[in-house]
């Protein structure tokens, strides 16, 4: 698949969007033992449970990193040049994540094209776990 080009991407174009399998506690330690964050928040049921929380939650950045590979495998690793996230509500084990996002400007500067996104990533629930922007230059 090649990336989309410069012209194909009009303010308001919406990206086929990808819908995650469920998220597993095995998931999170996954992440966790990649990343060296091993809060036990996100594995450990008992010390979420005394932290007030029903369960263990998703570790945010999982979902970040998710959300950058759906981006780059549109444009290409190499073409992205910014991506920022903010979460908004704690994702659970059992969650289903869809992933979007939508072309929210296009640009000409210094001889680039570049594509600017709006990113959301819903749960099952209709809730907003996180959004996201980022940047990518294109063909023209």
Do not use: C
């Not at 594995?43 to 932290?51: L, M, S």
């Not at 998710?66 to 509500?89: C, M």
């Not at 001889?111 to 980022?134: F, M, N, S």
């Amino acid at each position: 698949m090649s990336a989309p080009r410069a012209a194909e991407l009009a303010e308001g174009t919406e990206l086929e969007p990808f819908t995650d399998k469920p998220l597993t506690v095995t998931d999170f330690v996954r992440y966790q033992g990649a990343s060296g964050d091993m809060n036990p928040a996100h594995h450990d049921t008992e010390f979420a449970q005394r932290a007030g929380f029903p369960t263990p939650f998703a570790v945010g950045m999982l979902q970040a990193g998710v959300l950058a590979t759906y981006l780059t495998d549109q444009f290409g690793a190499s073409a992205i040049r910014r991506i920022k996230v903010q979460w908004k509500e704690q994702a659970w084990p059992g969650d289903v994540l869809t992933y979007r996002a939508t072309v929210v400007g296009t640009r000409h500067e210094d001889g680039q094209h570049y594509v600017d996104l709006e990113a959301t990533v819903t749960r099952q629930t209709g809730g907003v776990h996180l959004i996201g922007w980022a940047t990518f230059v294109v063909e023209p």
